[in-house]
Nanobody, 126 residues
Framework: QVHVVESGGGLVQAGDSLRLSCTATGRAGSIYAMAWFRQVPGKEFEFLAQISEIGGRIRYANSAKGRFTMSRGNANARNTVHLQMNLLKPEDTAVYYC?????????????????WGQGTQVTVSS
């Protein structure tokens, strides 16, 4: 079992920045592919960014390119990732989820990830 915990959400104003963090804790020695998704109530999960388990390749959704940056922790925190969000807009208001998996089939597909955090609320006021 893998335990995933996000942190860093909150209430900000349009144009502000926010940094989310996520740590996945599981089998010793495992390095997970980790991804960020978000969900607005009543809407589908939206993929934002993913970092691969091998090589650290980072891929972004078009909606995240330019304003959001995903990164992985140092060598002692390989299963910790961050999502730096800049120039936030009211339409970025959502619950942000971190997901982890050893080998996700499709990096952008929520169904490819077995382990999820509880979500952290991000609210951007206009």
């Amino acid at each position: 079992q893998v335990h995933v915990v996000e942190s860093g959400g909150g209430l900000v104003q349009a144009g502000d920045s926010l940094r989310l963090s996520c740590t996945a804790t599981g089998r010793a020695g495992s390095i997970y592919a980790m991804a960020w998704f978000r969900q607005v109530p009543g809407k589908e999960f939206e993929f934002l960014a993913q970092i691969s388990e091998i090589g650290g390749r980072i891929r972004y959704a078009n909606s995240a390119k330019g304003r959001f940056t995903m990164s992985r922790g140092n060598a002692n925190a390989r299963n910790t990732v961050h999502l730096q969000m800049n120039l936030l807009k009211p339409e970025d208001t959502a619950v942000y989820y971190c997901a982890a998996d050893e080998r996700p089939y499709h990096y952008y597909d929520r169904n490819s990830y077995d382990f999820w955090g509880q979500g952290t609320q991000v609210t951007v006021s206009s």
